[in-house]
Structure formats: C-alpha cells, structure tokens
C-alpha cells in the first residue's frame, strides 16, 4: 500500500474518548497561559535549573503569542491543544516537530498540566502516534525525556516507544546532572491498541 503524503500544514482534530487533541489556535493561549504555570512541569520539561527558577518562571502573553502564531502556521511540526472532556478545558499540548522529510521522521512531546495521572497522557500520545504513523505515513518519531521523570518513560512505553540511549549529563539541575534517554517507535511497531 502506498503511504500516504506527509504534510504537516494539514492539520486536523483528533478525537479520542477521555480528550480531543485540537490544532491550537491564538484562542487557546490564555489557556495555555495559565497552564504553563506549573512548577512540576517546568522542571520535569527540563525548562528550568532548579525549583526556585521554576517557581518564577513565567511567559508572558505577548511570548506565548508570538510562538503560537507561528506554530499555528508551520509546516514543520503540528501542535494540538489537548482538550479534556471531563472538564471541557485545555489542559496541555502534543506535538510533533522537527519533521525531516527526507526521512520521513520527526520528534514528538508532551505537557499536561494539573489533570495528570488520569490517563489523558497515554490517549493523547496514542493519538498523535496513530496520526504520524497512520494519516501521515511517517516511519519514526523520537523524544527525549529527563532520567527523574520515570512516570513519562512509562507511558512513552506503553504506547510502544523503545529505549535507543543515554544523552549522559544532558541536564543541569539542583547544581548536578540529569541523564536524557532518548526513545523512538518505528511504524513497524506501532500497534494501534
Ligand atoms: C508525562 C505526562 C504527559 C503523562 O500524562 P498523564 O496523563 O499524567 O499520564 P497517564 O495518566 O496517562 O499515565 C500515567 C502512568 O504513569 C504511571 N506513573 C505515575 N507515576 C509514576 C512514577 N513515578 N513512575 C512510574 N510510573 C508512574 C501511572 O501509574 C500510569 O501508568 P498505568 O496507566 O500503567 O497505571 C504528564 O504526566 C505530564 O505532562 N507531566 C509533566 C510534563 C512532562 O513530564 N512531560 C514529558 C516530558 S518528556
């Protein structure tokens, strides 16, 4: 069967049952807005040095704006606001970025904020992987993910994603050094379950 033509400008909704993935738009910013200000999140992405850093941390609108507008647009890297029907807000995003053509590949990550541990993560990641491998005919995504964030390996696991290596000392935290491991999947081994 041919695979099918990967464009990244086509951007289109994901509907699961627990959230919708939606391309973002300039109205989810002041969503997004608040939601970045989350310490945990700021560490665990790596955005940060340490906890006090984090806790200060804030993006203005006038940032988040202009990095939406262009993400809203790109032709490298789709961007959707996870939406969680319980509550019926925006409550993180799921990306796919760094598409290489040539290679049919890209990168891929994620942030919930608040709403963790109640499964939005795994269907969000599902999602997206069922839309590179599926709807856009990609062969591989990659992501990284800090060695003190063993519950995103975990469900980057259980969607499929396999351990290729160590980025030794990739992060500096806390005044010492956080390992990157990086993970990919291969459309030969997604399974859509
Ligand atoms: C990583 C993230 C997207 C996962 O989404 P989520 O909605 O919280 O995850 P889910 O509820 O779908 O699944 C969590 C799983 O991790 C497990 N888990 C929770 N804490 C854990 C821990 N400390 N160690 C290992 N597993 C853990 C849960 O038991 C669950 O697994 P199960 O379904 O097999 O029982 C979300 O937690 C997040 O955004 N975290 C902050 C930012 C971040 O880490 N982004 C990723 C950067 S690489």
Partial sequence: MKAPTIDFSRKCSLPGSLVTLRPVTMADVS??????RDTELAVLTGSVHDRTEARHKEWSMAELEDIYRRWAVA???IVWA?????????VGESVLNDLDLGNRSCGFRIWISGARNKGLGTEATRLTMRHAFAD????RVELEVYDFNPRARHVYEKVGFVHEGVKRQALR???????????????CEWADH
């Avoid at 969503?31 to 970045?36: E, I, Q, R, Y």
């Avoid at 996870?82 to 925006?90: F, K, L, M, N, Y």
């Avoid at 935290?173 to 459309?187: F, K, N, P, R, T």
């Fill in 136 to 139: 856009q005919g990609l062969n």
């Fill in 31 to 36: 969503a997004l807005h608040a939601a970045l």
């Fill in 75 to 77: 032709e490298d890297r």
């Fill in 173 to 187: 935290y806390e005044g010492g050094w956080i390992d990157a491991h990086v993970m990919s999947i291969l459309a």
């Fill in 82 to 90: 996870i939406v969680d029907h319980d509550s019926g807000e925006v």
